[in-house]
């Protein structure tokens, strides 16, 4: 049955952004309370080059559209590499690092942080840190860039949650074809080896869950999905 688009209020989109924002004020309000210490990591999450800089530092990964806003401000680098391992063995891969210039972004948000918390414990920026190390990546409709670490580690568990999303930045075209060789790798293979993939210590990592925000079963771990990717530029079929 179709929706007659008379029927459609066209304030839809300001009312779903309203009620996004006020789920995320109570949810942040009630595990963090109020006060300054929670101002302080509200401030830094109200910096829209913090988080995914600090994704891509302490995960190795982040969303399309987060690599789009650094690489335009020079936070953010990329380099093609030949993969030299697997079924893509010869294919070239681009990967992404952050610059000089978002690695002392990074540091100059932590030393303002312990400047104005000197006392503080647990510190808010070690608190920032730890809800980002809860997860992997989050993809949030466009596919998402890993590092060389993260890109290398999903290859060798031929992980289609990861492979499946890595696109180029220059023309957002998905860099595998993965046909039905690939598989859902557990997040339990991720953490397990967490320290060749993560510049985050094993100890210090919650989770490696990789979440799509447009799946059906949005906010949950992806399983089982697999994009369509025309296009694509490495393509493997199965052998006869």
């Given amino acids: 049955m179709q929706t007659h688009i008379e029927k459609i209020d066209p304030k839809i989109l300001l009312q779903v952004d309203k009620a ?6 109570h949810s942040f309000r009630a595990a963090l309370g109020s006060g300054i210490w929670q101002g302080n990591v509200r401030a830094m999450l109200a910096d829209p080059l913090l988080r995914p800089m600090l994704e891509i530092n302490e995960n190795g990964a982040t969303n399309y559209e987060n690599a789009l806003m650094l690489t335009s401000l020079g936070f953010l680098a990329s380099k093609t590499e030949r993969i030299t391992t697997g079924q893509f063995t010869g294919a070239r891969l681009q990967c992404i690092s952050l610059t000089d210039h978002g690695r002392q972004y990074i540091s100059n ?3 303002a942080m312990q400047s104005v ?7 808010p920026f070690d608190v920032l840190l730890r809800f980002i190390r809860s997860y992997l990546v989050i993809d949030r409709g466009s596919g998402i ?6 890109a290398n580690f999903a290859l060798k568990l031929n992980d289609r949650r990861i492979l499946s999303r890595i696109v180029s930045i220059e023309n957002a075209v998905f860099q595998f074809d993965l046909g039905t060789l690939a598989r859902d790798a557990p997040e339990t293979a991720w953490m ?3 320290g060749s993939w993560s ?9 490696a869950s990789v979440v799509d925000l447009f799946d059906t079963n949005y906010g949950q771990c992806s399983s089982g999905y697999q994009r369509h990717v025309p296009g694509s530029r490495m393509e493997v079929t199965e052998k006869p």
């Fill in 199 to 207: 510049n985050t210590p094993v100890s210090s990592r919650t989770g």
């Fill in 117 to 123: 918390h000197t006392d503080a414990t647990p510190h």
């Fill in 192 to 194: 397990k080896l967490a």
């Fill in 109 to 111: 948000w932590q030393d």
């Fill in 20 to 25: 996004a924002h006020v789920l995320w004020e």
């Fill in 145 to 150: 860039v890993a590092t060389t670490g993260v």
